[in-house]
């Protein structure tokens, strides 16, 4: 009901929305609960676990009860507080966790069953029969369970990641925010000044006193006038600051379209990462229920949202309200409700020595000990000495008192502070570092007292922050003392809820205690209380009151509440932005990309590259038609392969060699200018790491070549041994991977094609296998390497990354003259294969130079990283699974990686175990699959039979054990 | 005999206008590592004033002369483009030409800042880093090198093989600002 | 009591006044058999086992703050046996095993559901290497499935199966794994422990142990002296601490695991689902919030609480795999101490004190391994010996090299497994 | 987290790579012998309070740092290039 000359609402500017189908009207700046009171609507929810009829009990982020899902299509939002929701025009809100209607909820029946369903009963039941978990009870409960739903679509809108630096923090635009923004922002300092609500103002805008001369509301206008005209001051509105990180880091979430009836492609939310030099929680304080029997009607809600109501949106919750308190706060809604010209039934205060009235009747010393309604309050029970009496209400005001926003205090895992005087906590000091607590937030619920400790608290961070605070007047206001007598549950008959959503009642946490959960975090756990959307803002204190009543204890030796981020809930797809489809990771391309795609090659991903997997030709309908025609191109002619993705690192100095050796197992400090030489990494406990070749480019300089996946790792530990552990040492690294498109041409006519297209033709004898140097390409200087990954007589042909693309497409163009061609990530792994080269399939971490057959390559001769731990007993042992290669001998033709290894007769299971096979390939070369794998005792058995087994391919063939060098074992293709 | 055609890192993709940003691909020219030898930062500072003008910069700052730029570029390391080095440095430093490792685009205009917050986890602000200035730091999850050109310009580099990437994500950056009006 | 549905009737009918403490808050005695340190999840099945496998009844377990408040409380709840390498193998499995019987046996309700776990690769390398595990999980006796794409397009429809940056190809499904309600496992092995006449003792921090002439004797305690026979440290989170009581220094390094749960939606996910190219992994509970958790936030930490970052990455590897979670809001983000291992698995052993047990170096796998854990431990704390399934969990591997179970392949840095 | 990096100043956790204890940078010699071998590559102090460890500036300047933290309020006490520590 909407109330005349109420509100800060423009009564000219009608919105027209929908919930659950029903056209309303409401006004701009109204949110989706105060329209649908303004429309007398008190049904907007379902509890969770009795399906009980709810309507709002809060006018804030905190609410537990009226969620709603907003919007029907792929991009709807699931569990949206009515009272945060803005109306739009074509707003369409639909209440959830309910069936067929909010109106009639079959699930509703569960609230009859209550008596069976109290804390914990399902631990204590569906265990027969086993099977019936899984089949039955678990199905059933999880439909019954959940809120809202999601569309199970992608999220197709727009979300937004930033970042912002900022001296001062403000969070929470009230009294204490506003003025602790101003004396910072007028002090030169830069201020980022955040607020949740979509209208800053706080507390002001939902209350009627003064500051100094005028209306709460007037001096906030002005005051966030005067700060959107300094340049260092910033507003966030529509921002909640979720969760403090450290070293001065937040998480805020800034919501930009929900208001919005079309977003025009913009952003729905951005998250935001704020980094301030000092910040202060203005954060205002959270108003509690009072639990009694039937406390969840609809109707009945806290004193302060009956203002919020009222005074901000300048709407009436009902039209005859009464009002049920312990504190001298409660007073203020029926004294506003009556200036507001609404009936007030009566104020019922707990209090003996209550405050007396004669705008409302004032029950002194009585309690609220029951409601009754059909889907929304209709009376009410009052207690007191005199006995019970029946009130007609529909709308009650309740005020447990106020709990201070200490939440972004406790994220840090700091307990708050009980104080008696206020019967609340308040933030502990120095909880977050560099965060200090001001006004309600702190415990200070006067507005006079909010000014000054937002002022007081600008001060002190701009003194730590080296700036002087310039003389602010603070404004005078309300000053009245916070009385009350803590009341947090009537006794009596009859379920009284806490945390409302839960549907967790006084009941369920005596039940807790009298099963020995006494420990606060054991009851929260055992009863879910605290465990909903809300995180028990508007429950925990009372839960643990009665806890510790109880169990005999006091509040403070119960324990405290306890808080994570983030403040209030955030989207999956704000802190991920960006993160869907080719976001989650940058894409690397080499030069030849494009040229490799016009051929028709599919990409495969090698870390953050792209590389082809083969080179599709005329009538070659699969992959292995066209990786078979690949690797016999190579064996018989030409193959062009682009390696650029490979890493390759600068390495340069007087102690340029000296790195070398301690990096690698094997020596370098023989290596020529002008030769390659295969190198062998360990990590310091004595496992591979990496392999590649290293070039000597000059007396000293050499280029180290890495694996494409471990190019990065291989970059640091150089960094790491040269930093941390030789700094002494003059060598210099530098990453060139970048800076030079390289191109293995691999095959009998490898040398005739480079001649075909250096400046310069290779001299007979020049050139030997291993061999480096420049080279002239057309023009361009290069570097050219007699190295071979193949097996065949190979080159890799490096030039500046500009040219990289044509000259690819030039050497693919004089292979294809020479009967070869473009070879893909297929062919090159057969070819590697057929040579028993090893690749990160067998370099996987766990394998030793031991397990490969490269034993010889650790040196004795000096120390390098992972030679002690290398010579570990477990590293040496003779039944170690080493490397063979595998051939299979019987019916089954088909050998598959990942596949273990039996001997011929055994059984497959781990106890029979004895090794794996690596990696598969059939050889176009020699005819048959051929595999590399490991085998324990493996080259001791060379010859013997072993059974290869894939349980999960289902296959199961005979291998002969042979020496993983698979063709030409002599190397003699490769050096001629 | 033919030539081998050059081509740009961004080639072909640029520019690109969205509200009040502009990215262009920059030519630098030649672009060498320079990394000094121990205890020769000193010798080392005074051929690159003889050669190019410029001394050794200070971590986060880029130094400009004539057509050069010598750009801070991490530890004990710094990029000079614009000029080819100067042979004679090669005794005091490791040299490695970098001409064709990076893609190197401005992104110039009133909401540059803007954009760069929702992509770099730095302060950018004008009074924090100023024309001059430059970082190593990432840019999205991409490593890059940062430089503010002017009060509304900034040169960025990052690796070649990700200039694609780069353009992406500016693209995403600036159509999230310019949604802000 | 005896919990069952007949149980509620008659309570309920009663108005809920008959139900008893499920364990008692006795005062520590001054001696006991076996102390156990620590009121986790692991150190509550030992107690449990040793009073129900060894009838060794005189047992303590100390709990500096209240049972059940470390990682058992505070996980993503996955129970899975999809372990490769020979030591995990036998581990996991028995404790999959001990699982299965779990509600039975406790008369407890811990709600393991075996919704099937599913680890998605995205390379044909990738591939090779799941088979390997999957192949090895038969071997052991265990199920294993692959699922190719169209098999998983069936299973999980709502992956993005067609813009993804690394494209899903398939998956490892592993159908009696699952996940289990974590808090009442614990409170499951309490009852349990406390019916058998174990004294679970809260709010007893243990400030010494006591060690004469190589033996240990008892420990010191916030509650005072109390003297034992054998002494377990069962503390993952603080091993280093508790074992440098004794002198000892472990292979742990601690770091922080951070896991989140959404607000409750109706059921989207039915199984546990693993990303193969960035570290994420989700279920749904059965209240119908996602719980879902990454990697380690990579620093070594007590604070129980982790940054922005890694919190960040999480929520892009789930974009990324599953962008129909977008619009899900998460509710509570939390983070646990991690006792990180050089090989990533854990040490269940003696030390070198004679009656000195340690427990330790769980990772983040700890939570499905509390059954088998505290099965293995009672074994080896009452007979000394190893049993058969936990006998690769030597707290000397390191030295010698011998079973080293490394399943991530990472090497010996803790932060990487 | 933020980490101020001796070179680059205040930067994100995100930047940097982490590696473990700064026992690392003892690298015993060759022929040291077990024990020390072991402590150096697997036992680690771990204290819950202040430790000293090492991160490297991965998306940053590329030096590798020595951190003075105290691991249970992630509080940073100091930060020093490695090279510097280590020389």
Known sequence: MRIAGKGLLDRSKPVAFRFDGVRYEGLEGDTLASALLANGVRLMGRSFKYHRPRGVLSAGSEEPNALVTIGRGADRIPNTRATVQEIFSGLDAVSQ?????????????????????????????????????????????????????????????????????????????GPAGLMAALVAGRAGADVILADEDARM????????????????????????????????????????????????????????????????????????????????????????PIAFRDNDRPGIMTAGAVRSYLNRWGVSPGRAVTVFGNNDDAHRTARDLVDAGVHVAGLIDSRHDAPQSDLFPVYRGAQVCGSAGRRGLENITIRSIAGEDRLQTDCLAVSGGWNPSLHLTCHMNTRPHWREDIAAFVPAPGAVPGLSAAGACNGTFSTAGCLREGAAAARAALEDLGRTAPPVVVPEAEDDPYRITPLWAVAGRGRAWLDFQNDVTVKDVKQAAAENFRSVEHMKRYTTQGMATDQGKSSNVAALAVLADVTGRSIPETGATGFRPPYSPVAIAALGAGGSGKGFAPERQTTSHAASLDRGAPMIEAGLWYRPSFFPAPGEKTWRQSCDREVRMVREAVGICDVSTLGKIDIQGPDAARLLDFVYTNGFGSLQVGRVRYGLMLREDGYVMDDGTTARLADQQYLMTTTTAAAGDVMRHLEFVTQGLHPDWDVRLISVTEQWAQFAVAGPWARALLNGLLDAPLADGDWPFMACGEVSVMGVAGRLFRISFSGEHAYELAVPARYGEALFRELVARAEGLGGGPYGMEALNVLRIEKGLITHAEIDGRTTAFDLGLGRMLSSKKDFIGKTLAQRPGLLAADRQRLVGLKPVG????????????????????????????????????????????LSRGPERLGEVVKMVDHLRGVETLCEVVAPVFFDPEGGRARG | MAELTAKSPCAGRLPLTIGAATVTEETLGPMTSIAPYRGRQADLAAALAAAHGLGWPQPN???????????????????????????????????????????????????????????????????????????????????????????????????????????????TAMEAAAARG | MRFSGWRILKEGLTGNSGWTPQWRDPEPKEAYDI???????????????????????????????????????????????????PGNSEFYSHSLKLWEGLEQELNYNVMFSQRGVINLYHSDGQRDAFVRRGNAMVNQGDDAILLDRAALRRKLPYLDFDTARFPVLGGLYHPRGGTARHDAVAWGYARGADSRGVDLIQNCEVTGIDIDAGRVTGVQTSRGAIRAGKVGIVVAGRSSQVAAMAGLRLPIESHVLQAFVTEGLKPVIDQVVTFGMGHFYISQSDKGGLVFGGDLDGYASYAQRG???????????????MPMIGKARVLRSWGGIMDMSPDGSPVIDRTGIEGLYLNCGWCY?????????????????????PHAAAAGFRLDRFRSGEGIMDEEATGAQHNLH | MRISCPLCGPRDRREFYYRGAAVALQRPAADAGEDAWQAYVFLRDNPAGVTRDLWYHAQGCGAWLVVTRDTASHEILATELAAEVAS
């Open chain 1, 201 to 288: 103002g706080g507390r002001l805008l939902s209350e009627t006193g003064a500051v100094g001369e005028e209306a709460g509301v007037s001096w906030a206008g002005e005051v966030l006038a005067e700060l959107e005209s300094l340049p260092n001051v910033r507003l966030m509105r529509r921002t909640t600051v979720v969760g403090p990180y450290d070293q001065g880091t937040f998480g805020a979430l800034e919501r930009l379209g929900h208001h919005l009836p079309h977003r025009g492609g913009g952003p729905l939310e951005c998250f935001w990462r704020i980094v301030a030099r000092r910040s202060i929680l203005a954060a205002g304080a959270l108003e509690r």
């Open chain 3, 365 to 385: 796998g700890g939570f499905k391994a509390v059954p088998a854990s505290g099965h293995c431990f009672a074994h080896l704390l009452a007979t000394d010996r």
């Open chain 1, 891 to 934: 019916a089954v033709k088909l050998i598959t990686a990942g596949a273990h290894l039996f001997a011929a007769e055994a059984e497959p299971l781990r106890a029979n175990d004895q090794g794996w096979v690596s990696s598969t390939a059939f050889s176009p070369t020699l005819g048959h699959q051929i595999a590399l794998g490991f």
């Open chain 3, 307 to 321: 940054n922005l970052p890694l919190v960040e990455h999480v929520m892009e590897a789930g974009m990324a795999l």
């Open chain 1, 97 to 173: 966790n309910r069936w067929p209607s909010l109106a009639v909820d079959l699930l509703g029946l569960n609230d009859l069953a209550a008596p069976f369903l109290g804390a914990g009963f399902y631990y204590k039941t569906f265990m027969w029969p086993a099977a019936f978990w899984e089949k039955l009870y678990e199905p059933a409960i999880r439909r019954a369970a959940g809120l809202g739903a999601l569309s199970g679509q992608a999220d197709g809108d727009v979300y937004d990641r930033a970042y912002a630096f900022c001296d001062l923090l403000v969070i929470g635009a």
């Open chain 3, 35 to 85: 102390v156990i340190i620590g009121g986790g999840g692991h150190g509550l099945s030992t107690a449990y086992y040793l009073a129900r496998e060894h009838g060794l009844r005189n047992v303590a377990v100390l709990e500096k703050g209240w049972i059940g408040g470390g990682n058992v409380g505070r996980n993503t709840t996955i129970v899975r046996a999809n372990y490769g390498l």
């Open chain 2, 61 to 171: 700052r880029s130094l400009t002369g004539a057509g050069v730029r010598l750009i801070w570029f991490g530890r004990d390391q710094a990029l000079l483009t614009g000029a080819v080095a100067d042979p004679a440095l090669e005794d005091m430093a490791a040299l490695a030409d970098q001409s064709d490792a990076w893609a190197a685009v401005r992104l110039q205009g009133e909401a540059a800042e803007a954009v760069l917050a929702r992509l770099v986890p730095v302060d950018l602000r004008r009074a924090v880093f100023a024309p001059g200035a430059t970082l190593r730091s990432q840019l999205g999850h991409m490593p890059a090198s940062l430089t503010r050109l002017d009060d509304h310009g900034f040169l960025i580099l990052v690796y070649r093989s990700m200039a694609g990437t780069l353009l992406h994500d500016l693209k």
